[in-house]
Nanobody, 120 residues
Framework: QLQASGGGLVQAGGSLRLSCAAS???????TGWFRQAPEKEREFVAV???????DYADSVKGRFTISRDNAKNMVYLQMNNLKPEDTAVYYCAAHEKIWSTRAPHFYDYWGQGTKVTVSR
């Protein structure tokens, strides 16, 4: 119900745009992006409400922008000025709670992940 795409290999300082296509109930009140680097825990990146309210992790604030197109059931993550430490598998996720949260265990729907590699 969630399909992430857009990952790839990019040099430091470059940009990528990730896309998350949602179907059914997965296009929910809140849709977010998480990432997981090798041997690290999954971490919150950004989240957007159905109405467009956003929240970002401090590590990506000012570099990443989350947006959504409700008519197309799509959520995007524009990533600029990428750094090697942004290298990870990125997952889109969604939940229907009435509050925004950064905690992954509150998210009900998960996509399969798309890999982002940032070289030095």
């Amino acid at each position: 119900q969630l399909q992430a795409s857009g990952g790839g290999l990019v040099q430091a300082g470059g940009s990528l745009r990730l896309s998350c296509a949602a179907s059914g109930r997965a296009f929910s009140r809140f849709t977010g992006w998480f990432r997981q680097a090798p041997e690290k825990e999954r971490e919150f990146v950004a989240v957007i409400s159905f109405g467009g309210i956003t929240d970002y992790a401090d590590s990506v604030k000012g570099r990443f922008t989350i947006s959504r197109d409700n008519a197309k059931n799509m959520v995007y993550l524009q990533m600029n000025n990428l750094k090697p430490e942004d290298t990870a598998v990125y997952y889109c996720a969604a939940h229907e709670k009435i509050w925004s949260t950064r905690a992954p265990h509150f998210y009900d729907y998960w996509g399969q992940g798309t890999k982002v590699t940032v070289s030095r």
